[in-house]
C-alpha cells in the first residue's frame, strides 16, 4: 500500500466549499457532460464490474447515469465537500458514501473491480501526486481491474492556461489550480503503476470539446 499523500491543492478545496449546487451541474452542462456522453464510453467496460468506485462524486451526475444505465453491481461515491455529501445521501440513497474520503488519503475496506476518476479530476494534483495516485489506486484494484481516467486535450471554456501545463480557474467564489498532463506522462504513470495496458479513447462532447478517456487495465 502506498503512503498517503499530503496535500499540494488542498487549497482548491474551498472553490468547491463555495460553489452552489445549481452552478456545478451548469458548469457540468457548459462542458458537455449533461448528456453523459462520457458515461456512455466507459460503460461497457464497467458494466459488469461488481464493485465500482466512483472518485469525486460531486452531485452524482456519473452514479446516475450508471444506475439509469442499469449498472447492478455496487457504487462507492467517494467525496470530500459536505455539502455534496449530503446532497448524495438525499438524491441517491442506494449508493455507499464515504465521507470525507479525498484520493490522496483514500482507504477502502475491500479490493474493488473498477474505479472511475471522471471530469478532469487528476488535474487537481501536481505532477508527481498525480503518479503516485496512480498507483495508489492500482492497489485498490482486484487482479483484473480497471481505472479509468478522464481529461481535457486542451482548455476553452472552464479555466485557462498560464504555462505549457498549469491551468487556473477564476471565479467569484474561489480560484482552483491544475497540471494538464501529457499524453506521455498519463503512459508513464500507467508502467510505473504496474498497470499491464494503458488505452486512449479520444471522443468529444455535445459543446465540441475535445477530451481524453484513459483506461488503465491490471
Known amino acids: 500500500m502506498q503512503t498517503p499523500l499530503q496535500g499540494y491543492n488542498d487549497k482548491n478545496i474551498d472553490f468547491y466549499r463555495h460553489i452552489k449546487m445549481e ?3 451548469h458548469l457540468a452542462g457548459v462542458i458537455g457532460f449533461h448528456t453523459d456522453v462520457d458515461v456512455d464510453i466507459l460503460f461497457p467496460i464497467v458494466k459488469e464490474a461488481k464493485v465500482l468506485v466512483e472518485l469525486g462524486a460531486g452531485y452524482g451526475r456519473v452514479v446516475k447515469a450508471l444506475l439509469q444505465k442499469g ?3 455496487k457504487i462507492i461515491a467517494v467525496e470530500r465537500i459536505e455539502e455534496f455529501i449530503a446532497y448524495l445521501k438525499q438524491h ?5 458514501v464515504l465521507q470525507q474520503q479525498d484520493i490522496k488519503h483514500l482507504q477502502l475496506t475491500e479490493q474493488v473491480d473498477a474505479i472511475t476518476w471522471l471530469w478532469s479530476g487528476i488535474l487537481e494534483l501536481s505532477k508527481e501526486e498525480q503518479a503516485q495516485s496512480v498507483k495508489h489506486l ?13 481529461i481535457p486535450r486542451k482548455v476553452k471554456y472552464v479555466g485557462v492556461h498560464i504555462g505549457d501545463q498549469k491551468i487556473k480557474v477564476e471565479t467569484e467564489w474561489g480560484t482552483l489550480d491544475a497540471y494538464l498532463p501529457r499524453h506521455e506522462e498519463m503512459e508513464q504513470y500507467g508502467k510505473d503503476a504496474g498497470f499491464s495496458s494503458v488505452q486512449l479513447i479520444e471522443y468529444q462532447t455535445t459543446t465540441q470539446l475535445d477530451r481524453s478517456l484513459y483506461v488503465f487495465r491490471k
Open 23 to 25: 452552478t456545478f451541474q
Open 71 to 73: 449498472f447492478a453491481g
Open 92 to 96: 441517491i440513497p442506494e449508493i455507499v
Open 138 to 150: 492500482y492497489h485498490l484494484l482486484n487482479k483484473n481491474g480497471v481505472l479509468l481516467l478522464e
